[in-house]
């Protein structure tokens, strides 16, 4: 009687803040922000009929992307899902390799590894950043690889681990630092799946760019949108030379032969979508700044409930705060759908984190260490409504 009171209570509780931060109306997770150029961008590529996969406004969204990045060379792709595919097959992962990739991730992750015919390898999480753990790893390489002449293999399959993928969970980056020098340490690439930070840095340098090689993902409930679209990160431009090559087809240069080299990708971002993009990458700072207004009312807000946490970003970082979450209490994860309906049912979108990679079908038989952190977490953490347009409200 007493223990159904006390879990009532938490997620009326939870409703009563977000209704203090939100306002009353309903809202959803994330949605997209048109307050700009959007609509002259677009019907500028429709007046003068350069929709598709030629026209200016692709150079000038991959341009807008480098100097704000810092990065040296950007592939805008359809897809960021494209765009973490063509990474792979760019960073020489190969059929039937391994790649180390966190259990706390969307299911694209693990799909680009897969649709390469490689075989995802899952590795646990860190509770503070929310990304791959880097002494874990490198403990776990150390017991189960052999480093020799054919590269990293993993003893128990006999298959070469050839890379590994962090993720930036949330728009929080994870520790480049540690997992830089696990890699080094076992000279396999970093390939860093930056998806969902765009505009998060990392002691001052933009994610995305401490990598190989990294994709970015303008799907609609990103922080910036093209509709669907993503882009490649890389300060290799030999690499980069490839990935435009690949994901164009493999088509050479001629005035008028199709001449292709190799089987090639259409991954290209149609002109219509970058023009999206181009404005939306013009108000990106006015988005970074309102989320942070919204993170700091949520961490405010969340700080009175005992039991409750707002995830905040990790030291030395700035996070995009993309998605906020929330972590109930290790005690309370039962009460995780309480929460989920309750919050719900009053209008204010809320969803669990992805269900962990080795808890679906087909990565279950899938190498992995042990998941415990990334269980854990998936047991009781919450994203609440993130758009920026919510600092507004209230
Ligand atoms: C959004 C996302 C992607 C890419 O998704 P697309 O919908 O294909 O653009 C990849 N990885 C993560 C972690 C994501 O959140």
Redesign the pocket.
């Known amino acids: 009687m007493t223990q159904k009171n006390t879990d009532k209570n938490i997620a009326t509780e939870i409703v009563q803040k977000l209704a203090e931060v939100l306002g009353p109306d309903a809202t959803s997770l994330h949605e997209p922000c048109f307050e700009g150029n959007e609509w002259a961008y677009v019907k500028d590529c429709i007046d003068t009929g350069w929709v598709s996969t030629a026209g200016s406004y692709v150079n000038r969204f991959e341009e807008m992307i480098v100097s704000y990045t810092g990065s040296e060379n950007v592939i805008a792709t359809g ?4 765009a ?1 595919h063509a990474a792979l097959l760019v960073a020489n992962v190969q059929h039937g390799d391994e790649v180390i990739i966190p259990a706390l ?2 299911v ?2 693990a799909n680009a590894v897969a649709q390469i015919g490689a075989i995802p390898h899952i590795a646990d999480i860190e509770a503070g950043t929310l990304g791959l753990d880097p002494r874990k790893l490198r403990t776990h390489l150390e017991t189960i690889t052999d480093n020799g002449p054919d590269g990293l293999i993993n003893t128990a399959t006999g298959r070469k681990i050839s890379g590994v993928i962090c ?1 930036h969970t949330f728009g929080h980056p994870c520790d480049l630092e540690g997992l830089l020098n696990v890699c080094q340490q076992f000279n396999i690439p970093l390939i860093e ?1 930056a ?2 930070s765009l505009g998060s840095l990392y002691k001052d340098q933009h994610t995305g760019s401490f990598g190989l090689i990294s ?1 970015l ?3 609609g409930n ?1 922080t910036i949108t093209t509709g ?1 679209g ?1 882009a490649i990160m890389t300060n290799d431009s030999t690499l980069a030379d490839r990935v435009r090559h690949l994901t164009r087809t493999a088509k050479q240069a001629h005035n008028w032969e199709f001449i292709h080299d190799q089987v090639g990708y259409n991954y290209r971002l149609p002109n219509l979508n970058a023009a999206l993009g181009c404005a939306q990458m013009e108000a990106l700072p006015m988005y970074l700044s309102r989320k942070r207004i919204l993170a700091y009312r949520y961490h405010a807000a969340f700080a009175e409930i005992p039991g409750v946490e707002s995830f905040a970003e990790p030291d030395g970082c700035k996070s995009n705060y993309w998605l906020n979450a929330i972590l109930l209490d290790p005690a309370d994860a039962g009460i995780r759908d309480d929460v989920l309906q309750a919050t719900n049912d009053a209008g204010y979108m809320t969803r669990p984190a992805w269900r962990p990679m080795h808890m679906l079908p087909m990565f279950a038989d899938c190498p992995r260490t042990r998941l415990d952190v990334s269980e854990d977490i998936y047991a009781r953490l919450i994203n609440i409504p993130s758009s920026s347009q919510l600092a507004l409200s209230a």
């Open positions: 897809t960021g899902t494209q973490l991730t969307f694209a992750t993720m799946d998806a969902e994709a993902s303008f799907n990103k669907g993503g």
